[in-house]
């Protein structure tokens, strides 16, 4: 999951760059009205990449939160085996002591 969006976020900025890249060579209006677009399209980039990190926190919380809980039973299942198994060594060992 983690994978998915360090991707995603580097797509992400590396097309901002491109497109900003080409928009500046091919643009036609003048250096103002340029810049006052690349400036609102990093805010639009930002906003975006905000969203996506928020998002991608969610996630991870989730997953961690989910994991503690698998952890967690998977705990009280081996504590269970194992007190089934100290419950049979200690009946071997009354057996042995007769």
């Known amino acids: 999951m983690a994978t998915n969006t360090g991707n995603t976020i580097i797509a992400l900025v590396s097309g901002a760059a491109i497109g900003a890249a080409l928009g500046i060579l091919f643009a036609p209006d003048k ?5 006052k677009k690349i400036k609102d399209g990093y805010k ?6 905000k969203s996506k990190l928020s998002n991608a ?21 081996v504590i269970s085996f194992l007190e089934v198994k100290l419950a049979e060594l200690k009946e071997q060992n009354a057996k042995l002591q007769k």
């Open 44 to 49: 639009d980039l930002e906003k975006d990449l």
């Open 57 to 77: 926190k969610v996630d991870l919380e989730e997953t961690y939160s989910e994991l503690v809980s698998n952890m967690s039973h998977k705990t009280e299942d």
């Open 31 to 35: 250096g103002d009205k340029t810049r």
